[in-house]
């Protein structure tokens, strides 16, 4: 009976050692959105050779970094990236996901430890389709559409100090009063009062169908450029007068043959009479 104990107890040992390499390697994972790592310092399966730290990286919208350390049996640096692009890509819908896999060594131990959290690439603001110009209250100036940087579309109406007034489209990255006053006051070196609209977050052309908020006196300030009359030339007036002439001189004549008709007719009546 202790015989057969031993004997278990030798294979299991056996087969620990058998399933180790000797090999140890970091393993685990950290990421941008995690906040604090997770990893261990772990012997390796037998048929590991080597430590393995694989990064990625994602830039614009939803930007992240991460870092995985591990161990494998063999080395193809091509072939581990293109798995780790598929796996994001499945997994949670990401394209233009850069990673790089640094293999250690052959047989060393720890050489992946060396590795750390690669920085998170900047993040691109989205480009808005909007409506961008300026009007002053004359009605002077222009407006059309265009893409700018941002995530709201917005239309502003506001006085200057001097109760200048003007009308802006364009976008921001926010969609706070006091940013677009800020700015403004800054452009114009001018205390600022506005009236402000935001589209809804990252929308395109919300902005295109505002019109003129009913805080500011605009609406009654506003005025334009007096209409200005075609000016007839000479030939055109010399032909007028002719065309009214003629007209006189039918009218004439209408009148005349008229009084013949009536002439006539009373002279006849008076001879029946």
Known sequence: MQLIVALIFLFTILAHLNCCSGLRCKIGHFSSNRL?????????PAEAQYCLAITCTKGGAQAFASIEWTCEKRQNNKRCAEIMHEAYKNLFGYKNVYCDCNYGEKGKS?????????????????????????????GYGMAWPGFCLGHYCYMASCAKANNETFMRWGCSETNRYSEIVNLFGEQYNSKMTCHCLFGKMDADETNVMNMLPP??????????????????????ENAS??????????ILILFMIASAIFHDNFLHLGSII
Not at 36 to 44: G, K, P, R, V, Y
Not at 241 to 250: E, L
């Open 110 to 138: 720890l050489e992946n430890a060396q590795f750390v959290l690669p920085p998170v690439p900047p993040t691109t603001p989205k480009k808005l389709e909007c409506k961008i110009g300026k009007f002053d209250a004359k």
């Open 215 to 236: 805080l500011l006196p605009m609406a009654s300030t506003v005025t334009r450029p007096p209409a200005v009359m075609p000016t007839k030339s000479t030939g055109d």
């Open 241 to 250: 007068s002719q065309n009214t002439a003629a007209v006189h001189h039918c």
């Open 36 to 44: 604090s790592e997770n990893s261990t310092i772990e012997t390796c």
